[in-house]
């Protein structure tokens, strides 16, 4: 499919580059930024552009992969009638595309993306569309770019997995922030503690969380948790952190 990219950040560049890589055509992109609409379009061996009036009208596809904030400043501006236009936020009504096209939806990636990465990770994509032709075509599209089912999901199902995701990966990696920043001021190597967070991981594919959990708090191990607790004098944002989880599993 031909391909017109909206968007210049994290999400734009992984989604462009899986799409590359799964045999589509960037047609052209899109971006405010104009300088890195330049080193995706570059990067892509396609052309780019930073004013609406200038997105061409012939592509199959066109993906809003914007902040949730700009996805309706930008839908204002376009017209991109019988085409289909999808974007690709979690917590924003597909009904914001309305005026752009008949055939408008959602094409959403549940994962962290930054266009830094030195890999394409794997995604799970979920769709929803204003009609089914439209929503045929954005299954055939996120199932190119995934070995995953493709789910349907509209706006109530994918703010709670938006939820979800936030306990699972942006809380967990505040915790690895902690963790790492406490390692370094006490000369540990916070590579140590990686084949530990591996094997947490690994056993997620077979083992529910919440048999899973160990540690002094679910032990109640009053002694272990006073000596970490005296450790982290020091570190009060760590053990305020310390306090509050290890109150909760306790409770738990």
Same mark, same amino acid.
């Given at each position: 499919?031909?391909?017109?990219?909206?968007?210049?950040?994290?999400?734009? +560049?992984?989604?462009?580059?899986?799409?590359?890589?799964?045999?589509?055509?960037?047609?052209?992109?899109?971006?405010?930024?104009?300088?890195?609409?330049?080193? =995706?379009?570059?990067?892509?061996?396609?052309?780019? @552009?930073?004013y609406?009036?200038?997105?061409?009208? &012939?592509?199959?596809?066109?993906l809003?992969?914007? &902040?949730?904030?700009?996805?309706a400043?930008?839908?204002?501006?376009?017209?991109?009638?019988?085409?289909?236009?999808?974007?690709?936020? +979690?917590?924003? %009504?597909?009904?914001?595309?309305?005026?752009?096209?008949?055939n408008?939806?959602?094409?959403? %990636?549940?994962?962290?993306?930054?266009?830094?990465?030195?890999?394409?990770?794997?995604?799970?994509?979920y769709?929803? +569309? $204003?009609?089914?032709?439209?929503?045929?075509?954005?299954d055939?599209?996120?199932?190119?770019?995934?070995?995953?089912?493709?789910?349907?999901?509209?706006?109530?199902?994918?703010?709670?997995?938006?939820?979800?995701?936030?306990?699972? $990966?942006?809380?967990?990696?505040?915790?690895?922030? !902690?963790?790492?920043?406490?390692?370094?001021?006490?000369?540990?190597?916070?590579?140590e =503690? =990686?084949?530990?967070?591996?094997? @947490?991981?690994?056993?997620?594919?077979?083992?529910? %969380? $919440?048999?899973?959990? &160990?540690? %002094?708090? +679910?032990?109640?191990? !009053?002694?272990?948790?006073? *000596?970490?607790?005296e !450790?982290? *004098?020091?570190?009060?944002?760590?053990?305020?952190?310390?306090?509050?989880?290890?109150?909760? =599993?306790?409770?738990?």
């Amino acid at each position: 499919m031909n391909i017109v990219m909206i968007g210049s950040g994290n999400v734009a +560049a992984v989604l462009g580059r899986k799409l590359l890589k799964a045999g589509h055509v960037i047609q052209q992109i899109y971006g405010r930024n104009a300088a890195a609409a330049s080193e =995706l379009a570059y990067e892509w061996n396609t052309e780019s @552009t930073n004013y609406t009036s200038l997105i061409v009208k &012939t592509a199959d596809v066109y993906l809003v992969a914007v &902040t949730d904030s700009a996805i309706a400043t930008i839908a204002a501006d376009l017209r991109l009638k019988g085409k289909i236009v999808a974007h690709t936020a +979690a917590a924003v %009504p597909m009904e914001v595309l309305k005026d752009v096209s008949v055939n408008y939806g959602v094409f959403y %990636p549940l994962q962290s993306l930054r266009k830094q990465q030195d890999h394409l990770p794997e995604l799970t994509m979920y769709t929803e +569309a $204003s009609n089914a032709e439209t929503k045929k075509v954005l299954d055939q599209l996120a199932a190119s770019i995934t070995n995953n089912p493709v789910y349907p999901a509209d706006l109530d199902r994918r703010s709670r997995l938006h939820v979800a995701a936030v306990f699972a $990966s942006n809380f967990t990696n505040y915790l690895f922030d !902690l963790a790492e920043s406490f390692c370094k001021k006490e000369g540990i190597a916070f590579s140590e =503690l =990686l084949p530990l967070i591996r094997n @947490t991981v690994e056993r997620l594919e077979q083992e529910s %969380p $919440s048999q899973m959990q &160990t540690g %002094p708090a +679910a032990r109640k191990d !009053l002694d272990t948790i006073h *000596k970490h607790q005296e !450790l982290l *004098k020091e570190y009060p944002e760590h053990l305020m952190v310390y306090n509050f989880l290890t109150e909760a =599993l306790m409770k738990h």
